[in-house]
């Protein structure tokens, strides 16, 4: 990755530059271990919740720092890509640390910052579909709409949870697995698309999507069981039900 400054900068910009760049990657770095981590040890328990924090903090600096960095890169889709990771991994994480039924001031502005990144995805993908190329800085013109899809999916459940005033039970966990583990997806996509970051002899391979495979099906094997345990609990609540265990 190359930052693309200015020749004229001055010696502190670039030193700043660089700074930024490196904590960058090292989020990145720590988020893929940690992510992974928290997916696969026991929910609930110490070392998921520190892993969990781990993966909070480095995905924050992660996301944060590439969405201020990408445009040195002349890479305005990661910027884009970034507030959105940003926003999934800031919102999963207040998913489990508000109460039950419960909202504040930020579940409103979480929903205004989500549209305000679909609405830049979208300015973003017409210009692309307007170039000769159909590309804005070597991205297709699809990949923006797909980032203002998801956004307005998330924004959408955001909706209906500040209508409804707070999430609860199984919902609840849902809201906090998806998003967490999509933002750990867009961070491993992140890097299967980052040559230069990857080993000279495995550079471009199609082993770097393993991992964002892997992940993919363990986010659908932990929404589906919690869905499970969701139709299950019902029906262990019956009338009856206990004296037939």
Sequence with gaps: MILHLDPGAPAWMRVGAEALLALHISGAATALVSGPAAMILPKGGRLHRLTGNVFFVSMLAMTGLGAVIAPLLSDPFSSVGGAFAFYLTATGWAAVIRGPGRIGRFEPLALAFILAVASAAVTLGGRAIASPSGTLDGQPWQAAFIIAGL?????????????????????????????????????????????????????????????????????????????????????AMAPGALSRT
């Design 151 to 235: 956004c307005a999916l998330a924004a959408g459940t955001d909706l209906v949870v500040v209508l409804k005033g707070g999430v609860s039970g199984p919902a609840r966990t849902l809201r906090h697995l998806w998003r967490m583990c999509l933002a750990l997806l867009v961070a491993a996509l992140s890097f299967s698309a980052q040559p230069k970051a990857q080993p000279e002899v495995l550079r471009g391979s199609p082993i770097w999507m393993i991992p964002a495979l892997l992940i993919l099906a363990g986010m659908i094997y932990w929404l589906v069981r919690v869905q499970l345990q969701r139709r299950r609990r019902p029906a």
